[in-house]
Every structure is written in structure tokens, then in C-alpha cells.
């Protein structure tokens, strides 16, 4: 079997970490062909990344023979469309968080992928590293004992530009589907139940949720979430507290950047590796043993929808403060 095939819709800042660096670093995956609305910027960017084909178009990029697996890293408003056309091409598709803009377009995306027969994952890239899946086996395991609270956050300051697509509201930007998606997915991942919103609240600023939180409802007990693009700094943590037990997680979203992991039972804590290859590498080879047929994916399908679902809830649900 030949190397697996990528093309890349959208020039995005995103994708060279995603995929081209730990693309490079194998002898079993291969860049192909990138695509941008603007031909000259797909061209700079093929130029800068060694990239060997620039397709006209998406249309064109997606109907390649040489692509085997189509990366969506389009502002998220695009995202339904571009992934639907591309399984109905018959690509597989990596797509990027957030999966879309609501739950009908995340129906719609996993029932293209399930009549195309093709695969389609959600890069949740943090959910293919060894620390969220020791974290998950040490929750499974019962040793926290029954889970009696739980909170997560990602907060990181993103600075206001109408240029800044995480600010434009008409292209799906906002904190939530940004960077809340995140300990809303770690919290559903771990505690392996679905959510029910009980209260949140959102700051509204330059049309869009600048900071979300969420009072979230698992079975017997509560969680927090929270997540914001105006602090300063950068701060992503995990917790979760058990009868018998606690776990601690700084910076789950990439380890490979500084984490610390904690599990606390009995009044002794103990650290917990943090190695490994980052979190891209272990998503791209989770990409590749999905298409080989050695794993079923662990994102997409029902999971995304359960996904979006919880993210619709919390923008139901919620209390909002304008601010300038």
C-alpha cells in the first residue's frame, strides 16, 4: 500500500501544525495538493510547504486522484458544505473543530459520510494523545470512585480584528466553537455520558460569544465549563473529583507544550507521563491506522453530533451580557 494521500482545503495558519509537520515526519503519509479561494496564496503557501500541486479550486481539489483524504481547515461556516461534497467525491475527511455550525449540518455530514461509505473524523487532536487516554482508562477503572464534580476550561487571549475569522460571527467564530469545544468534548469524553445544560452564560462582544460558560448536568452530578478569547494568557485545566479520588490535568489540550497530570487517591498524588509524540502526530496516525481499517475512529459519527447538540444547548440556554 502506497503513502496516504492528503489535500488540503484551505491555506489555513492552522494546518501546517495539524498536518504538514507531522505529514513530513512519515514515510506513509504524503501532502499533495492545497487549495485556497486565491490560486496566488495556495501557490505561496505550496511554495513554502513543499507542497507539490495546487488545485484551481475546492471542486478541483476534491475530485484529485492523487487525494485521498480531504483536510477541511475552512472557517467553520464552510465546513458542512466542503465535507459533504467531499465524501460525495469519495474522499475521506478530516474535519476541524468545530465540526459545523448546529447539530442539522453535523446530521447531514455524518449521514454523507455513512452513504459515501467513507471515513469522517473530527480533529479533536488533544483525544489522540496518551494523557486524555490514561485519564480516560483511570476513570474507567473506578479508582476515583464515583465522579461527584467535574470542571474544564481553555481560556486564551485572541486579539479583536474584523479580518480575525474567530471574531466573525458570519463565519462561525466565537469562544465556544473556538475553544469551549474542547473541555465540552473532554468532559463528554471522560465521563462518558451526555450533558444536560442547566444554566450558562455568554459575554457578547463584536457580534460574537467572546466568553461562554456552562453549568452542565452528567447523571448524579455537575460540571463546569468555561472557556474565553479575552483573558490574558493562555490557561487550559481539567479536573475531575471522585469518592475516592482526584484527577488534575494542566494543559490536556497539548501536552507536548508543558502538562502536568496529577491523580490524587488516599491522600497520595502521584504524577502521571505526559510524553510521547504531540498531539497532530498522534491524531495523524490515528488517521492513518482509520484508513488501513485497523481502528474505528474516535471522533465524528454520533460523537460529533452528540457534540454539536451540547454546544446548541448552551447557546439555548443562555444569559447574555453585551458588552462594547
Not at 469519495?90 to 468545530?98: P, Q, R, Y
Not at 453535523?106 to 496518551?130: D, F, N, Q, W
Amino acid at each position: 500500500m502506497g503513502a496516504l494521500r492528503i489535500g488540503l482545503l484551505g491555506a489555513a495558519r492552522i494546518a501546517p501544525g495539524a498536518v504538514i509537520v507531522p505529514a513530513k515526519a512519515r514515510d506513509d503519509v504524503a501532502v499533495t495538493a492545497v487549495a485556497a479561494r486565491d490560486r496566488a496564496k495556495a501557490q505561496a503557501f505550496a511554495a513554502t510547504h513543499d507542497i507539490p500541486n495546487v488545485a484551481d479550486a475546492y471542486d478541483a481539489l476534491i475530485r484529485r486522484d492523487d487525494v485521498d483524504v480531504v483536510y477541511v481547515g475552512l472557517p467553520v461556516a464552510a465546513h458542512a458544505a466542503w465535507t459533504i461534497k467531499a465524501l460525495e467525491a469519495g474522499k475521506a475527511v478530516l474535519c476541524e473543530k468545530s465540526f459545523c455550525l448546529d447539530a442539522d449540518e453535523a446530521k447531514a455530514m455524518v449521514a454523507a459520510s455513512e452513504k459515501a461509505g467513507r471515513p469522517l473524523i473530527e480533529a479533536y487532536h488533544y483525544r489522540y494523545h496518551r494523557v486524555i487516554r490514561r485519564a480516560e482508562a483511570i476513570v474507567r477503572s473506578g479508582e476515583l470512585g464515583k465522579l461527584t464534580s467535574a470542571r474544564a476550561s481553555f481560556n486564551v487571549g485572541i486579539a479583536y480584528s474584523p479580518d480575525e475569522i474567530r471574531w466573525r460571527a458570519d463565519q462561525g467564530g466565537g469562544a465556544l466553537g473556538d475553544l469551549g469545544c474542547y473541555p465540552l468534548h473532554a468532559l463528554r469524553t471522560l465521563i462518558g455520558t451526555e450533558p444536560m445544560v442547566l444554566q450558562s452564560h455568554i459575554v457578547e462582544q463584536h457580534g460574537v460569544d467572546a466568553a461562554t460558560s456552562a453549568r452542565l448536568g452528567f447523571d448524579e452530578f455537575e460540571a463546569e465549563m468555561t472557556c474565553s478569547m479575552i483573558p490574558e494568557g493562555r490557561e487550559a485545566s481539567l479536573t475531575l473529583v471522585g469518592e475516592k479520588g482526584q484527577m488534575d490535568i494542566l494543559n490536556y489540550l497539548a501536552p507536548q507544550l508543558g502538562c502536568r497530570f496529577t491523580v490524587t487517591v488516599g491522600g497520595e498524588t502521584r504524577d502521571e507521563p505526559t510524553d510521547g509524540p504531540t498531539t497532530y502526530a498522534a491524531q495523524l496516525e490515528h488517521l492513518v491506522d482509520v484508513m488501513a481499517g485497523r481502528t474505528q475512529a474516535l471522533t465524528g459519527g454520533r460523537d460529533a453530533v452528540r457534540m454539536m447538540e451540547a454546544m446548541d444547548g448552551i447557546k439555548a440556554k443562555a444569559e447574555r451580557t453585551v458588552v462594547g
